[in-house]
């Protein structure tokens, strides 16, 4: 039995795999929508070489359709995250499940980061991806957005201001640190006032039930009513009988807070990770305790 020709572009598109994950995850929030669009890479890529269409570079081109396929499933998505019930927050995901290509620079990987930079459009967001995760250069970013380099450099930079991206990464992640672990420390001490004194005034938690377990349904801002939040959610466990177990878990790169409730039958898990303003006290808080969110983790 002969065996079957060699592919270009299957040989090609299976090197560039981990990093075409990388860039779809980072611009989507969403690991499942990720592999998703991966797969239509392959598919694309194997219907242009059965066509003999011309490609320089299979690297090259694998990355722009995947960007391009990744900006109209933002743009595709959107509308159904407006009526997502409540905050729609990224899906997490167990640090040591990332392959190595996403997981080797962490650049715009956090939850936190990822939360904020859907505010920005996506070519916006596929500029900032490319650039600081991938080390792409304004033009060759420009010539898969079909931007000049000096648009792509504005789009980046208004990114990068929007996200206020830390510059020392190590320092940040100590700091982060020690941060929640006192956090949780004063959750599970009851204090109100302990919890206050570690937020900002002006603090704000999302918490993403999805519709499937109880959460926030709108954004909670400010410490005290963070607090109080928190503090409540502790106290109705208690009150059914379940105890809360809280452990460190690596999540997108960062260290974040695994709550697994117990003892009630419910099953019941948040994870929540932090972002720290310049002061060190906790500027924003993300709470995913959407079942289907947390199967990655």
Same mark, same amino acid.
């Given at each position: 039995?002969?065996?079957?020709?060699?592919?270009?572009?299957?040989?090609? =598109?299976?090197?560039?795999? @981990? %990093?075409?994950?990388?860039?779809?995850?980072?611009?989507? /929030?969403? =690991? @499942?929508?990720?592999? $998703?669009?991966?797969?239509?890479?392959?598919? +694309?890529?194997?219907?242009?070489?059965?066509? #003999?269409?011309?490609?320089?570079?299979?690297?090259? =081109?694998?990355? +722009?359709?995947?960007?391009?396929?990744?900006?109209?499933?933002?743009?595709?998505?959107?509308?159904?995250?407006?009526?997502?019930?409540?905050? =729609?927050?990224?899906?997490?995901?167990? +640090?040591?499940?990332?392959?190595?290509?996403?997981? *080797?620079?962490?650049?715009?990987?956090?939850?936190?980061?990822? #939360?904020?930079?859907?505010?920005?459009?996506?070519?916006?967001?596929?500029?900032?991806?490319? #650039?600081?995760?991938?080390?792409?250069?304004?033009?060759?970013?420009?010539?898969?957005?079909?931007?000049?380099?000096?648009?792509?450099?504005?789009?980046?930079?208004?990114?990068?201001?929007?996200?206020?991206?830390?510059?020392?990464?190590?320092?940040? $992640?100590?700091?982060?640190?020690?941060?929640?672990?006192?956090? *949780? &420390?004063?959750?599970?001490? /009851?204090?109100?006032?302990?919890?206050?004194?570690?937020?900002? &005034?002006?603090?704000?938690?999302?918490? $993403? /039930?999805?519709?499937?377990?109880?959460?926030?349904?709108?954004?909670?801002?400010?410490?005290?009513?963070?607090?109080?939040?928190?503090? /409540?959610?502790?106290?109705?466990?208690?009150?059914?009988?379940?105890?809360?177990?809280?452990?460190?878990?690596?999540?997108?790169?960062?260290?974040?807070?695994?709550?697994? %409730?117990?003892?009630?039958?419910?099953?019941?898990?948040?994870?929540?990770?932090? %972002?720290? $303003?310049?002061?060190?006290?906790?500027?924003?808080?993300?709470?995913?305790?959407?079942?289907?969110?947390?199967?990655?983790?």
């Amino acid at each position: 039995m002969t065996s079957a020709p060699a592919s270009a572009a299957t040989d090609a =598109w299976s090197l560039a795999r @981990g %990093r075409l994950l990388g860039i779809a995850y980072r611009m989507l /929030g969403d =690991w @499942g929508e990720a592999e $998703d669009v991966v797969s239509e890479v392959a598919i +694309t890529a194997l219907a242009a070489e059965r066509e #003999h269409t011309p490609v320089r570079s299979w690297s090259a =081109w694998l990355t +722009t359709v995947c960007v391009r396929r990744s900006v109209d499933r933002v743009r595709t998505l959107a509308a159904a995250r407006e009526v997502y019930p409540g905050p =729609w927050l990224p899906e997490p995901v167990d +640090t040591a499940r990332l392959p190595d290509e996403v997981a *080797a620079t962490r650049e715009l990987l956090s939850l936190t980061l990822l #939360h904020v930079a859907e505010q920005l459009t996506p070519e916006a967001r596929a500029a900032l991806v490319l #650039h600081r995760a991938f080390a792409m250069t304004a033009p060759e970013i420009g010539e898969i957005l079909q931007r000049s380099p000096a648009s792509v450099r504005q789009l980046i930079s208004r990114a990068e201001r929007r996200l206020d991206i830390t510059p020392d990464q190590s320092v940040a $992640d100590r700091a982060n640190r020690e941060a929640l672990q006192r956090l *949780a &420390d004063a959750v599970e001490s /009851g204090d109100v006032a302990a919890v206050v004194e570690l937020l900002e &005034d002006d603090a704000t938690l999302f918490s $993403d /039930g999805g519709g499937i377990v109880s959460a926030a349904r709108n954004p909670i801002f400010g410490a005290d009513r963070i607090a109080r939040f928190l503090l /409540g959610v502790m106290a109705k466990a208690i009150a059914a009988g379940a105890t809360i177990e809280m452990s460190a878990v690596m999540v997108n790169g960062e260290l974040g807070m695994d709550a697994r %409730r117990l003892g009630d039958g419910s099953g019941r898990r948040d994870v929540m990770v932090i %972002r720290l $303003d310049p002061s060190g006290r906790v500027r924003t808080l993300l709470q995913v305790c959407n079942p289907a969110k947390l199967t990655r983790i």
